[in-house]
């Protein structure tokens, strides 16, 4: 099994609906992340966590919120969604012990299309 | 100004070839360094980090230059399997990571 899951892998929906996109992870990592891509540009970070009660923006926050229900699990929502949004979406995680040689660890990504 | 800029390619090289990529940063006080792989749509996986002394890990030989504020990757006798974009990530003491647009790579036959 994959160690950082994110459901779904694929959605469409249209302007003005609310999306929650969900990841797991079973890596036992304390921070976990939210990054977005767009063709030809390099991931941008939405929201991160390095831990359950800790929530940060990122470079790209707007319209977008965050919830960390758990170590294991961090869910991206977008409130409503506009055709903007639309993107390749990455959930990471990381461990906090060995922070200045801390890599990432990436979901497969959730490809989302806004109408 | 891009926090992380690199050379967006493509760069196109034969088989045998040997290929490097640069990325400048900005923010002096970032303190890691990777080189990251993506395969078409796929995520993100690490490819190695860089050490200030540099260091190789088979045909791959990473470089940091903290004075110039650049990192650098060199690919020697590549492969048709090398084929990928390529991203440079710096991190901060914040634990933050900042990526690099990519740069992409194609080995012909």
């Known amino acids: 099994d994959a160690d950082v899951t994110q459901t779904p892998r694929n959605r469409i929906t249209k302007t003005g609906k609310r999306i929650m996109l969900e990841c797991s992870q079973t890596?036992?990592?304390?921070?976990m992340y939210w990054y977005r891509q767009d063709p030809g540009l390099g991931l941008r970070l939405i929201y991160y966590s390095f831990d359950v009660k800790d929530i940060n923006k990122g470079e790209i926050s707007d319209g977008y919120s965050v919830s960390r229900q758990a170590q294991a699990k961090f869910s991206l929502s977008l409130e409503s969604a506009i055709p903007n949004q639309t993107a390749l979406y990455f959930c990471a995680t990381s461990d906090s012990t060995v922070w200045d040689r801390e890599t990432q660890y990436f979901g497969p990504g959730t490809r989302l299309l806004v109408l | 100004r891009k926090e992380v800029e690199q050379d967006p390619g493509p760069f196109n090289v034969p088989e045998g070839a040997t290929v490097a990529f640069n990325c400048t940063y900005s923010?002096?006080?970032?303190?890691?360094f990777f080189w990251y792989r993506q395969d078409c749509r796929k995520e993100p996986k690490l490819l190695m980090s860089?050490?200030?002394s540099g260091n190789e890990d088979g045909r791959f030989t990473a470089q940091l230059n903290r004075a110039s504020q650049y990192i650098s990757l060199l690919i020697r006798d590549s492969k048709l399997s090398d084929s990928a974009t390529y991203l440079c990530v710096v991190n901060t003491n914040a634990g933050k990571s900042t990526f690099g647009d990519g740069t992409t790579l194609t080995v012909k036959p």
């Open positions: 923010n002096s006080a970032s303190q890691s």
């Open positions: 890596k036992g990592h304390d921070r």
């Open positions: 860089v050490y200030s």
